[in-house]
């Protein structure tokens, strides 16, 4: 096997650069993201490659007076040009050429991971390989080689455990040390036989004008078995085209020996070199002990207890994010309703402000700050089970148990995790489709999660069946939850076969050992997504609360709702829902604003049917009882929050208890509404257009407004049509 | 043969990837090449898809995608 090694290579001249460029590489379930974390810690920052939904963490620091930019590219088991990740990453390295990769592999699955190894080598950048989870593969008895991989690689070989830190300072001063000798460090040629070496090299020749490579851009070995693969897209990106004349003639010669598929080929003869590596370097113990993943995966995914598992841990991951959540948000929602209106009007009062000015700041610019960081508290706690999912392993059980069902309506096994958060609020639910890495599915489950009715359609509900159908309530709730569900069935089932037309993607997923995630691991990615959603999204939510506001509230001075811009469009679209049985402008105004929040269409009927109701002064508390019935409140958050968690009945957010002062509105809806327009109308606040909070998270999640677009159009058209039915349908059977 | 025709605990040696393009990459990729050991583990509650151990590593695959992946049977236990 020492023949694998053919040489390091050329060119002199070693300088000390002040700047160096670590990429880190590796395997899904290798522990890269806990290894970044452990290098880079809380100086790590979240965005997205440009053009993809894919997530990019990156980080600046000092490290030995040195500036290190550290770049983490997405797990990918290939560097292949089919999947985004694998673009990303291979993109990447060939266009930004860092002076060093961190090979992140897992020491428990050597033969899979050298695979990887092995295609980053072809880029000719120097390679530090972090042997990582060093102490589960001893634990096994394995016993690596580690001297002698070094050796064969033409690569440094540091064994770490991420997750306790063991090995990262070591890592990191030999991956410095490897940029700063990056001209002579190069990693080993491993030769892929004598045919296939004959190809390249015949390539290579002709590739070496190629200007790139001339100038050095363009890894030359790395683009002539990109050619012989006949890898489209790098041939077109690299325009080598004419090229391939050449390429034809090398590769005629080794299909007629090796088959037709030459891709199949190269990636055969890796994984070749990969079990060869294994063999070199692994000596493994005699007998494999059924190990505790595989213990835990017989009650786990067992034929009559999986799915039952399954269900009482998706409850628990419901309710733990909603009912921790819920408490802070009502605290956050009180502090932004009350004391902080109150205190900013005294203050501009004082300064003598005019009163739109007081109104937009109090009713605009406030109330749009509260619509941000509202959603703060469930998107922190969806983040941290997910994470937790993930890290932990069941996340991909979940999808094996969960995949035959929503394959059928051409979702992923990971889509229904998104879809059930849905229930308790649509925004983190779509954050949380970032755990399905095709876009395809990625973007056909953010599009039925509004179907899922969401805990801000709830008031809504409970406002009209108390009024129309207070004897069986109950049912009547029920049936409109069902009604999204089988709506979301039917619609996944037409956007598949028109939308996303076509071979749905591969299930194909690696099921990784349990493992236990660390603290450090759980609290850097919730804080990151709550972070990135306030900077993202944060302030696309205010700008479109400040331009609701001015809607709200010009002409400025009007007295009657029915004479404000939003009155008015009311009255014009009024009679659009004239065949649905609300056609009002009450009713029209209603549902406009329901755009900022569903539960915000009870509010307004509040107003616009009961204004004289509205006016309820209270004798405004002192600065210091704010502050300290703030402090109090935050309190019992805490309080509430964690009797949530022991409490084990009654989901908080789906408990419909119905507000003392829209009791007064009952009367007046019962004089407008029919039992059988009410439900049409409840349906239709089921169905329409999410509020702009979720078409802001779904721009943020996708990098842009397209699904968001789709969302708005064929949701506005099925609450229409189905609300349609229902009252047409009804009247025909004389209800 | 193909590897959706082992029953659970059965074992087969994969001896070629019946279809192209980004599907027998993918499978490439995840070490599924002709000539390497495969044992189904499970079968997923519902019937699809199915757990096998390839490579010392579980991997999980739909019925569908199995069918794909020729394979003789070696034995079982």
């Known amino acids: ?735 | 043969m193909t590897l959706a025709d082992l029953k659970t605990g059965q074992s087969g040696k994969i001896l070629k990837i019946s279809v192209s393009g980004a599907l027998k990459r993918r499978l490439m990729d995840m070490g599924v090449v002709p000539g390497t050991d495969v044992r189904v583990e499970k079968v997923a509650p519902l019937g699809d898809p199915i757990e096998v151990r390839i490579k010392s590593y579980a991997l999980s695959l739909r019925r569908g995608e199995a069918r794909h992946i020729e394979v003789e049977g070696t034995h079982s236990s």
């Not at chain 1, 892929?192 to 100038?215: F, R, T």
């Not at chain 1, 709550?530 to 809607?551: D, E, P, Q």
Request: proline share 5%.
């Open chain 1, 1 to 735: 096997m020492s023949a694998l090694i053919a040489s390091t290579v050329h060119r002199g001249k070693s300088g000390r650069r002040t700047h160096l460029t670590i990429a880190v590489a590796g395997n899904p379930n290798a522990g890269k993201s806990t290894l970044t974390n452990a290098i880079a810690g809380s100086r790590l920052s979240v965005g997205n490659w440009p053009g993809v939904t894919v997530e990019k963490k990156s980080a600046t620091f000092d490290f030995q007076g040195r500036k290190i930019t550290l770049v983490d590219l997405p797990g990918t088991y290939s560097l292949s040009p089919y999947t985004q990740e694998e673009v990303v990453a291979r993109d990447y390295l060939v266009h930004e050429k860092p002076d060093v990769i961190i090979n992140v592999v897992d020491a428990t699955n050597l033969e899979r991971n050298l695979y990887f190894t092995l295609q980053l080598l072809e880029l000719n950048i120097p390679l530090v390989m972090a042997l990582n989870m060093h102490d589960e593969a001893a634990q096994k008895g394995f016993r690596i080689d580690i001297d002698k991989m070094a050796l064969m690689l033409g690569s440094a070989v540091i064994p770490t455990v991420a997750t306790k830190g063991e090995g990262i300072g070591r890592l990191m001063e030999t991956a410095v040390a490897f940029a700063d000798a990056s001209e002579t460090q190069r990693p080993a040629v491993v030769s892929y036989g004598e045919d296939i070496e004959k190809a390249v090299a015949a390539v290579a020749e002709q590739l070496k004008d190629h200007a790139d490579v001339v100038s050095g851009h363009l890894p030359l070995r790395w683009m002539a078995l990109k050619m012989i693969e006949g890898d489209a897209r790098a041939i077109e990106h690299y325009q080598t085209e004419a090229y391939a004349a050449l390429t034809e003639k090398a590769a005629h010669h080794l299909r007629s020996a090796h088959g037709e598929d030459l891709e199949a080929l190269l990636a055969d003869v890796r994984y070749g070199l990969a079990a060869g590596l294994t063999r070199e370097t692994l000596r493994k113990p005699e007998k494999r002990k059924r190990e505790l993943t595989e213990r835990i995966d017989a009650v786990v995914l067992n034929r009559y207890a999986g799915i039952p598992i399954f269900f009482v841990a998706m409850w628990l991951m419901f309710k733990l994010t909603f009912d921790i959540a819920g408490p802070f948000t009502d605290w956050l929602d009180g502090v932004v309703a009350g004391p902080l209106p109150r205190w900013a009007a005294a203050l501009l009062v004082a300064i003598s402000a005019p009163d739109w000015i007081v109104s937009l700041v109090t009713e605009g610019i406030i109330a749009g700050v509260g619509s941000v960081l509202v959603f703060l508290p469930p998107i922190f706690a969806m983040m941290f089970f997910i994470t937790l999912l993930e890290a932990s392993g069941y996340l991909a059980r979940a999808a094996f148990v969960m995949d035959r069902l929503m394959s059928a309506i051409g979702l992923h096994g990971k889509s229904f995790i998104p879809l059930l958060l849905g229930f308790g609020c649509n925004v983190p639910a779509i954050y949380a489709t970032r755990t399905l890495e095709n876009p395809r599915d990625k973007a056909l489950t953010a599009l039925l999660i509004p179907l899922m009715s969401c805990g801000a359609r709830l008031p809504v509900y409970v406002v009209f069946t108390a009024a129309f159908f207070s004897a069986y309530a109950v049912t009547v709730l029920w049936s409109l939850y069902l009604l999204g569900i089988v709506l979301a069935v039917l619609v996944g089932f037409l956007f598949k076969k028109t939308l996303f037309r076509g071979e749905a993607p591969v299930f194909i997923m690696e099921l990784p050992p349990y493992r236990i995630p660390t603290a450090k691991n759980l609290m850097i990615h919730t804080w990151e997504k709550g972070k990135h959603y306030l900077m993202k999204a944060g302030t696309w939510i205010l700008a479109i609360s400040v331009f609701v506001w001015f809607g709200l509230n010009l002409p400025w001075g009007v007295e009657a709702k029915k004479e404000s811009y939003l009155g008015k469009t009311g009255q014009i679209i009024a009679p659009v829902f004239a065949p649905l049985g609300f056609g009002t402008w009450e009713a029209a105004s209603s549902l406009l604003t329901g755009v900022v929040a569903k539960e915000i269409v009870v509010a307004t009927m509040g107003e616009v049917y009961v204004p004289e109701a509205e006016e309820k002064q209270e004798a405004s508390p002192s600065f210091g009882e704010d502050v300290r019935d703030i402090a109090l409140s935050f309190g019992c958050a805490f309080v509430d929050a964690a009797k949530n968690v022991f409490s084990t009945f009654g989901v908080a957010t789906m408990s419909p208890h119905e507000d003392e002062e829209t009791a007064g509105l009952k009367s007046v809806l019962a004089k407008t509404f029919t039992p059988l327009s009410a439900y049409a109308f409840m349906a239709f606040v089921l169905l329409y257009l999410p509020c702009f909070i979720v078409l802001v998270a779904m721009r943020h999640e996708f990098g842009s407004w397209k699904w968001a677009g789709v969302t708005i159009v064929y949701q506005t058209v099925l609450a229409w049509m189905v609300a349609f039915v229902i009252y047409q349908g009804g009247r025909l059977v004389g209800l």
